[in-house]
């Protein structure tokens, strides 16, 4: 994931660059909205500090949304239910209030993301002989059903979703067992063992050492 922040609070997008590489997360970190808005194209998420020099940050966050079709997450020093509310009605797709922790930004983040890419993906997924329908659950080898559980199945349609990108150990383990990693790491694994079996293509799903797993480089997202 490349993630624009545009801010002048450089202490926190020292710290939030240092999380974010841990996470195979690239940021570029820009001070103005108009360096901001030059470097949308090479963006797949905008983090959009509030205070900013000589424009009010909502109107930034205006701007972005009638450009381009970025998710866009408010980070604000203001916590106010009032200020969160004009956040969300300027068009962003979440407001934090700082401090900001940055696991829970990262989680945040890739839901972020996948909203996004439901949106405008048809729901197929293909990896040499396997084809993986999300819209209506099913998976096929050779042409063949392969029959998963649920758990399985929502599994490999989170990592299909997140595309080529990572889909982070504490993602799945949240999302799926509403646990943290340390509690749900050896479910998680277990079923990644099984799926990897069912289907009969381990290199379907790469694991990335000590941060999740992706889909292989080979799949194409339909």
Same mark, same amino acid.
């Given at each position: 994931?490349?993630?624009?922040?545009?801010?002048?609070?450089?202490?926190?997008?020292?710290?939030?660059?240092?999380?974010?590489?841990?996470?195979? /997360?690239?940021?570029? @970190?820009?001070?103005?909205?108009?360096?901001?808005?030059?470097?949308?194209?090479?963006?797949?998420?905008?983090?959009? !500090?509030?205070?900013?020099?000589?424009? !009010?940050?909502?109107?930034?966050?205006?701007? #972005?949304?009638?450009?381009?079709?970025?998710?866009? %997450?408010? #980070?604000?020093g203001r916590?106010?239910?009032? @200020?969160? /509310?004009?956040?969300?009605?300027?068009?962003?797709?979440? *407001?934090?209030?700082?401090?900001? !922790?940055?696991?829970?930004? %990262?989680?945040?983040?890739?839901?972020?993301?996948?909203?996004? %890419?439901?949106e405008v993906?048809?729901?197929?997924?293909?990896?040499?002989?396997?084809?993986?329908?999300?819209?209506?659950?099913?998976?096929?080898?050779?042409?063949?059903?392969?029959?998963?559980?649920?758990?399985?199945?929502?599994?490999?349609?989170?990592?299909?979703?997140?595309?080529?990108?990572?889909?982070?150990?504490?993602?799945?383990?949240?999302?799926?067992?509403?646990?943290?990693?340390?509690?749900?790491?050896?479910?998680?694994?277990?079923? #990644?063992?099984?799926?990897?079996?069912?289907?009969?293509r381990p290199?379907? %799903?790469?694991?990335?050492?000590?941060?999740? *797993?992706?889909?292989?480089?080979?799949?194409?997202?339909?």
């Open positions: 994931m490349r993630v624009l922040l545009v801010g002048d609070d450089l202490r926190m997008a020292q710290a939030l660059t240092r999380s974010f590489a841990r996470h195979e /997360i690239r940021t570029s @970190h820009v001070f103005s909205p108009q360096q901001g808005m030059a470097a949308l194209n090479e963006a797949d998420l905008v983090l959009l !500090d509030l205070a900013l020099p000589d424009i !009010d940050g909502l109107e930034v966050c205006r701007q #972005i949304r009638a450009t381009r079709n970025l998710p866009v %997450i408010i #980070i604000s916590a106010e239910v009032g @200020h969160r /509310i004009l956040g969300l009605r300027a068009g962003a797709d979440d *407001y934090l209030a700082k401090p900001v !922790d940055a696991e829970e930004l %990262i989680a945040r983040m890739h839901a972020a993301r996948r909203r996004l %890419i439901n993906m048809p729901g197929k997924v293909f990896f040499q002989d396997v084809v993986v329908d999300l819209c209506r659950r099913s998976v096929t080898v050779g042409g063949t059903e392969v029959r998963l559980s649920r758990k399985e199945f929502e599994i490999l349609a989170l990592i299909s979703v997140n595309a080529n990108e990572v889909c982070t150990r504490e993602m799945l383990a949240l999302r799926l067992w509403n646990r943290p990693w340390s509690a749900a790491g050896n479910t998680v694994a277990v079923h #990644i063992s099984t799926l990897r079996a069912k289907i009969g290199t379907l %799903i790469e694991t990335v050492r000590g941060v999740g *797993y992706r889909l292989a480089a080979a799949a194409a997202v339909e």
